[in-house]
């Protein structure tokens, strides 16, 4: 027990270090939206979904209405079905009241921490990650809007790297051990990548369009030496 | 205003939703080989597609620096490993490079 929480907390920091300044920076933005204090943490607080409430923002200036904005959230957070579906085969027998809360909190990067932790998940574990994720975002976010004037934009730009070099550095080990993860990985970024620049899918189902793709076509090239390892 | 706190509800559900779901489908159930081949692949088809090539608009002004940043998170976490010294690294080379280039 003791080693699940010692696991969960080394885990959770790097999580928590590349959220904040993330919050940061969506903290500072609302406020120059013109939207109050408490209605900045109840985006953070209550919908916890880092990429979407950015764009939630960057529409609600376009002046789109409620419909539009929820509907290209629903959209663009459609890929956490997905790493939900991963997640569910690697929980043991769990009594559903934990599903309910553990569903919440399946942001991309707990989900990368979760997925390429090795062995079985415990609920310690999961809900340690989560806890440090979920304070980290909504703290941050409360922090950035009243803090946000002081600091120059290029720091906060800066820390926005914060959380894709949260999701390479839990990647390295993988590639380290794993050709097939590599490429996988960087197939499915230059598929985004073409897909972005073809604009023929709306905002956000490129990268679905990506995870179904590339799994699917990882799935007929794994061995199931490789598949063993990617999962344990 | 109220507008808006029907913005952000509607949005936790649509967020919430997805997350749920999965695990009344699939959790303890056995899943078909190819299926679980599948299911396997998912995270690494996920971090390629979320961080490529999102991440060279987090410097809009100049990509070249967010790239300087993942670039010494890629070398600092192969030498060494670790994730927190990769992820601030990265943070403070990324401002270097744009404090100096701007």
């Not at chain 1, 009243?146 to 949260?166: C, D, H, K, N, R």
């Not at chain 1, 050709?179 to 897909?195: C, E, F, K, R």
């Not at chain 2, 996920?46 to 940043?69: E, H, W």
Request: aromatic share 12%; net charge positive.
């Amino acid at each position: 027990m003791t080693r699940q929480i010692e696991d969960a907390v080394k885990a959770g920091i790097p999580i928590f270090i590349g959220y904040v300044p993330a919050a940061i920076a969506f903290g500072i933005l609302s406020k120059g939206c013109g939207i109050t204090l408490l209605e900045c943490f109840l985006f953070s607080a209550v919908v916890f979904a880092g990429a979407s409430q950015f764009i939630a923002l960057n529409l609600l200036m376009t002046g789109m209405g409620s419909g539009g904005i929820i509907l290209t959230t629903l959209l663009v957070n459609s890929r956490h079905f997905l790493m939900s579906a991963y997640l569910s085969t690697r929980i043991g027998r769990f009594a559903k009241r934990y599903i309910f809360l553990m569903a919440f909190g399946v942001t991309d990067e707990v989900f990368s921490v979760l997925s390429f932790k090795k062995g079985p998940l415990s609920k310690t574990f999961i809900f340690i990650v989560q806890l440090f994720a979920y304070t980290a975002w909504v703290s941050g976010t409360v922090a950035g809007y009243i803090l946000g004037g002081f600091l120059p934009e290029i720091l906060t730009q800066s820390m926005g790297v914060a959380l894709y070099s949260l999701l390479l550095a839990i990647l390295i080990p993988e590639i380290k051990t794993s050709v097939t993860i590599l490429i996988l990985t960087i197939a499915s970024g230059l598929l985004n990548t073409l897909l972005i620049k073809l604009d023929i899918l709306p905002k956000g189902w490129t990268i679905i369009a990506c995870i179904l793709i590339i799994a699917l076509a990882g799935s007929f090239f794994m061995t199931d030496k490789v598949s063993e390892k990617v999962c344990e | 205003m109220n507008n808006l706190l029907v913005v952000i509800l509607g949005m936790a559900a649509v967020t919430y939703g997805p997350r749920l779901l999965p695990f009344f489908v699939f959790t303890n159930r056995e899943m078909p080989k190819r299926v679980d081949a599948f299911l396997k692949c998912i995270p690494a088809a996920a971090i390629g597609a979320l961080i490529i090539p999102s991440v060279f608009s987090v410097t809009p002004d100049m990509p070249l620096a967010a790239l300087a940043g993942m670039t010494f998170t890629m070398i600092f976490g192969w030498w060494k490993g670790g994730i927190i010294i990769p992820v601030l690294g990265s943070v403070a080379v990324t401002y270097l490079v744009l404090f100096f280039a701007v």
